[in-house]
C-alpha cells in the first residue's frame, strides 16, 4: 500500500481511530469496528420484507441477542445447552442430538434457531465448531464468527462484537485478492468460449498467430529479415502489387532503374488524366508517362492505386532489369535474399522465402476455420483451395502469382498489430519464437479452453458440491467481496436473524413455543434430565472392600408430561440407561415436537430465514478455506496494516459495488465514534476526488507528510579538478 494519492485529515483521523481501537475515548471514540452502534443506513429487504431497516454489524448482533440473550424467547438456551456440555455425555448422545436438523430436513429449521445449523450446512459447520463430540450454539458461533472475520472478540450473546484494525487489514487484503483473483479465473473460463470455431489451434494463440503462417519459426524468421522493405507490412492488403513495390521504392527515397522504366509506360489520355497530366487531345493512345509532366515519385506514391494497365506493364518492366538493375533495386529496398535474381522475384513469395515457402499456411474457412499449406509443393504449385484469392491482382500478374500473394497475405493479416511492425524486427522475433512441439496434448486440442477445465473454474465458484453452499453470489457467478466477510457486515445475516427475532416473540406471545421454553417444554427436560432429577436408585449394596453402600439398581422415569414421556427404565449401569433414555426417547421426542413446527406458517419462515444466514456462515467457512485462512484468530496485529488501511481508503471507498469493499466498511464501522465516522468520511472523500479529478478539477492540498532528514555520509562519487587532471593521458 501506499499513500501515493496524498495524506488528509480524514486518514489521518481515521489512522488513529485504528491504530488505538479504543484505547482512547477521549481522542477517538470506541473502538471504530464494533457493534456498539451502527451507521444509520436504511433499506428495504426483500427477502424478509422488512423495511426501513439497518443492515449493520450492530443490528445483527442486537438480533442475536433479542433471539436468545437475557428475557428473549429462546434464553433457556444457554442453560440447556451448558447443561448437556456439563453432563459428560457419551459421544453417540451428542450426536443424536446434533444429527436432529439433518434428520428432519426442512422440517428441522426451527432447531437452527434453538441453537443448530439448518440441514443444508449442519453436517459442515458442526464439524467446523467441534464436531458431534461437542454441542454448539449456532448463535454463538455466528457471533464468534463475526467477531474473527473483522480481527477481534464477541463478548457473547448479549455482548458486542469488536473488531481490530490491525488485523482486519490483513484479513480484508486477503480477501480483496482472493476475490479478485478467483474472478478473474471465473470471467476468463466463462469467455473462454468467445473465439467459438474461429480458434485455430494453440501454436497459433502462443505464437500470436505466426504459427498460422509458418511453423517453421528459425527458417522463416531469418528469411523474413532479408526482405528489408520489399514487403510493407502497414499496405498487406497490397502484397504483390506492382505498384506497391515501386511505392516502397520511392519511400526510400529513389526509383533507381525503375525511373526510366516507369518512363517508357505508355498510356491513354484517360489515365494520364488520372495520373494527373493535363492531355490536350482526348481519346489519344500510346502516351508515355515520361511525356505526360508529371513527377515520377509522385506518380510512384500512387503505389497499388495505379491503373491495373500500369501495373500490368511494371510487372513486364520488372521482368526486363538486367542482372546490375536487379542489384540495384535490392539495394534500393535493403534485400539481401540471393534468390531474387529477376525484377518479377520481387513480388514472388516463392522467390523471397525460398527456404520457407514450402511450410507457408494461411486460413482457410470451411466448418471452423483450418490452416492449409499454400504450395502444394517443391515446385511451387499453388493450392487450389486459394484460387479466390487475389483478384485484385487478376491480370496485373500471372493467376498463380496473385493467388500466392493473395493466401500469404491473408495469412500475415491474422497476426494483430503486424502493421506496425518492419521485416527486421519481425523477422528477429520470429526466429528466437518457440513452438508447443512435443506437447501433443495441447497441440492437439480442439478448442482454446477445455471444457472440463472451462467447467472445473466455472464450477469451483459455483455450488460447493460437497455441502450444497452456494460460494459466489455476484454476477455471472462470480465473487463479491461480501462472499468472504460478508456475515460481520449484515450481509445475509441481519435481516434474517432481525426477522427471526420478531417471529420468535410472536410465538412466544401466541404461546406456540411452550413445547420449547415451557414448563416441561425441551429446555426443562433437557435440564432435569442432565441435572439427573428423573434418576432413582432402587437398590442400595455395600462394597465389598469398602462396606460403603453403593446403588446396584437404578430407574430412570421420565413422566408423561416431559418430553419423551412415559418412559421407565431400570438397570444396574446408569450410563446405558441414560444413553437409552435419551436416543430411544427424548431424542425423539424433540423431533416430533419441532417437526409440528412445519404447519406453522411463523416456524416455516424462521426456517427459511436460518437456512439464509446459515447459507452465509458457510459461504464464508469455505470461501476463507481457499484463501488460505484457517484460522482467523492467527492473524497477526499490526500497527502498519492499521495505518496502511487508513491510507487507502480514499482508494478502497471508490469500491461501491453491492458487496463491496465500501458497502462493507460502511457497515461494521462504530458510528459514534470519531474514528469510525472518519472511515466513512475518508471513503467519501475519495470517490469526490475521483469525480473532481475526471474534471480536471485540483484538490485542496493534501497534508505534507515528507520530513526534513539530516543526509548521510557516503563515498564521493565525483573526481576532484586536481584528480581529473592526474587521470589525463599527454602523450
Known sequence: MSCSGGLTGLMLTAAGGM????????????????????????????????????????????????????????????????????????????????????????????????????????????????????????????????????GGSFAGIGGAVTGDPKKFGTILNSASSYVSNANQMI????????????????????SGGVAGVNLNFGGFGEEIRKLGTT???????????????????????????????????????????????VVNRANEDNIKISDLGVDLDTIAQQGAGLPSGVQQQLYAQLESLDAVEVAQVKSILKNTQDSVVNGNDLLDPKKLLPNSFETLTAPLRTASVGFRAIYENSSGSVNSQFSNLGNNLKGIVPDDLAVANGAFSRSLQQIKN?????????????????????????????????????????????????????????????????????????????????????????????????????????????????????????????????????????????????VGGPVTLTGSSVATLEESIWIDYIVPGIKTILASFTANPRAVEIMTNSERWNQQLAREYLNQQRADNEDLTLVRASDDVAINLAINLPTLGQDSSEGGTAEILERIVDFSSLGGQAIIAAMREGRNLARLGNANIQRDAPIDFTGVEDPATLLSASYTAQEAKNRLIKS
Do not use: H
Request: aromatic share 8%.
Open 231 to 277: 514487403v510493407d507490412f502497414g499496405a498487406l492488403e497490397n502484397l504483390g502489387s506492382p505498384g506497391q513495390l515501386l511505392s516502397n521504392m520511392s519511400k526510400q527515397g529513389t526509383l533507381g532503374p525503375m525511373y526510366a522504366k516507369l518512363s517508357d509506360i505508355e498510356v491513354d489520355s484517360r489515365t494520364a488524366q488520372g495520373l494527373g497530366a
Open 418 to 562: 503486424i502493421s506496425q511492425t518492419d521485416s527486421e524486427n519481425f523477422g528477429t522475433s520470429v526466429n528466437s519464437m518457440e513452438s508447443l512441439k512435443d506437447l501433443d496434448l495441447l497441440e492437439n486440442q480442439t478448442e482454446y479452453v477445455t471444457e472440463t477445465v472451462r467447467n472445473y473454474w466455472i464450477d469451483i465458484y459455483g455450488e460447493d458440491s460437497t455441502y450444497n453452499v452456494q460460494v459466489a453470489t455476484g454476477n455471472a457467478g462470480q465473487l463479491k467481496l461480501s462472499d468472504v466477510i460478508g456475515f460481520a457486515a449484515g450481509f445475509n445475516s441481519a435481516a434474517p436473524i432481525t426477522k427471526n427475532a420478531q417471529l420468535l416473540a410472536e410465538m412466544q406471545a401466541l404461546g406456540e413455543l411452550d413445547d420449547i421454553i415451557g414448563n416441561k417444554g425441551i429446555y426443562d427436560t433437557i435440564e432435569k434430565f442432565c441435572a439427573g432429577d428423573f434418576t432413582t436408585c432402587l437398590n442400595f449394596s455395600p462394597d465389598p472392600e469398602t462396606g460403603i453402600p453403593e446403588c446396584t439398581q437404578y430407574q430412570i422415569q421420565i413422566p408423561s408430561d416431559y
Open 187 to 206: 470471467n476468463a473460463a466463462t469467455n473462454s468460449t468467445a473465439l467459438g470455431n474461429t480458434f485455430t489451434g494453440l501454436d497459433n494463440i502462443v
Open 19 to 150: 491504530v488505538t481501537n479504543g484505547s482512547l475515548p477521549g481522542t477517538f471514540g470506541g473502538a471504530p469496528f464494533s457493534s456498539l452502534s451502527g451507521a444509520p443506513l436504511s433499506i428495504t429487504d426483500s427477502l424478509t420484507g422488512l423495511t426501513d431497516f439497518a443492515p449493520t454489524l450492530s443490528t445483527m448482533v442486537s438480533g442475536l441477542d433479542t433471539i436468545s440473550g437475557a428475557g428473549a424467547p429462546l434464553d433457556g438456551l444457554g442453560t440447556a445447552l451448558t447443561a448437556i456440555d456439563n453432563a459428560g455425555f457419551s459421544a453417540d448422545m451428542l450426536s443424536a442430538f446434533n444429527a436432529i436438523p439433518a434428520d428432519l430436513g426442512t422440517g428441522g429449521g426451527l432447531f437452527d434457531a434453538i441453537g443448530g445449523f439448518a440441514p443444508s450446512v449442519n453436517s459442515l459447520l458442526t464439524e467446523v465448531t467441534g464436531g458431534s463430540g461437542v454441542l454448539n450454539d449456532a448463535l454463538k458461533y455466528a457471533g464468534d464468527w463475526s467477531a474473527q472475520t473483522l
